[in-house]
């Protein structure tokens, strides 16, 4: 028996909500993209970072990391996962590495400057990154959303670096139209 398959509408709304309802706003990703990419361009606006990342937000590959992640982080929660899975994640084992590699994964449809971004996110944990990484022990489980938020942040500033180009070398509003929708495929 074949299952109906999800529209891909309901699997965007349910990756916003997601992370909406762990607590990160677009706002405080849209910071540390602000962050990450004004060095670059001086005329950054928080509005940039905001769309870029909502662009990011209505990729495929994101949508199903954050929805895995997420779901992950929340059965651990509740103490839903097997043994030694549940202790593993619980306790954000510092060499458990599959958070990040989920994260990462998804970050590969931005290119090289995705993947180096990631990587300094990774290590520098900057605005709610770090809030994230570093709650209290009995607030809750955000092993995977860390690296979930730092991976949509790495995105965003890396889109936000190809489009600058974009815009330096005069490209029509078509030819950037067209770039944006080739991005979305995926
Ligand atoms: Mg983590």
Not at 43 to 62: A, G, Q, W
Not at 152 to 166: G, K, P, W, Y
Not at 171 to 179: F, G, M, N
């Amino acid at each position: 028996m074949t299952k109906e398959r999800v529209h891909s509408k309901t699997v965007t709304e349910a990756a916003k909500q997601a992370l909406n309802k762990r607590g990160v706003s677009i706002e405080s990703i849209a910071k540390i993209v602000y962050q990450m990419q004004l060095p670059y361009n001086d005329s950054l606006t928080m509005e940039d970072c905001i769309y870029s990342i909502e662009r990011v937000l209505m990729k495929r590959e994101m949508q199903h990391a954050i929805l895995v992640g997420v779901e992950l982080d929340m059965l651990a929660e509740k103490k839903m996962l097997s043994e030694p899975l549940q202790s593993i994640v619980e306790s954000d084992e510092p060499l458990f590495g599959v958070d990040e590699t989920i994260a990462f994964g998804a970050v590969l449809g931005y290119g090289s400057i995705g993947v180096t971004t990631f990587g300094h996110l990774d290590k520098n944990k900057l605005g709610i990154i770090r809030y994230l990484d570093t709650k209290k022990e009995g607030s809750g489980v955000n092993t995977f959303l860390d690296d979930l938020v730092a991976a949509i942040a790495a995105s965003a500033a890396s889109r936000l670096a190809h489009r600058l180009r974009d815009q330096e070398e005069s490209l029509t509003e078509k030819e950037i139209k067209d770039l944006d929708h080739e991005e979305m495929i995926g």
